[in-house]
């Protein structure tokens, strides 16, 4: 079964950027399409990016749409977002996980059609 690792995380200052990492081990990620979420202090987990199995869609919300992207590698079996122009209210939890949901709902981030969580890398934008 599939295993996902976050990296990436740190403490950036507004404006800055960060690229996180998610990195599949135990087998190939290109069955999979994959997920980016955030757990804000005191919110639940929402979803921020999703990226299908090809590469060839890539959906954001509307927040980071213009800041954000997210790729990946199947050959290395990886997956990244690349967060610019960093802001406060970015500061959370970021996760990935693999999409097992039904086909053509990826798009909506829903936690429930996600599995194989990694275990999350700490955002923080402060100055």
């Known amino acids: 079964q599939l295993q996902l690792v976050e990296s990436g995380g740190a403490l950036v200052q507004p404006g800055g950027s960060l690229r996180l990492s998610c990195a599949a081990s135990g087998g190939s990620l290109d069955q999979y399409g994959v997920g980016w979420f955030r757990r804000a202090p005191g919110k639940e987990r929402d979803g921020v990016s999703g990226?299908?199995?090809?590469?060839?869609?890539?959906y954001y919300i509307a927040p980071v749409k213009d800041r954000f992207a997210i790729s990946r590698d199947n050959a290395k079996n990886m997956v990244w977002l690349q967060m610019n122009s960093l802001k406060p209210e970015d500061t959370a939890v970021y996760y990935c996980?693999?999409?097992?949901?039904?086909?053509?709902?990826?798009?909506?981030?829903?936690?429930?059609?996600?599995?194989?969580w990694g275990q999350g890398t700490q955002v923080t934008v402060s100055s």
């Open positions: 990226i299908t199995s090809s590469g060839g869609g890539k």
């Open positions: 996980a693999l999409f097992v949901g039904p086909a053509g709902r990826l798009p909506f981030l829903m936690v429930n059609d996600f599995d194989s």
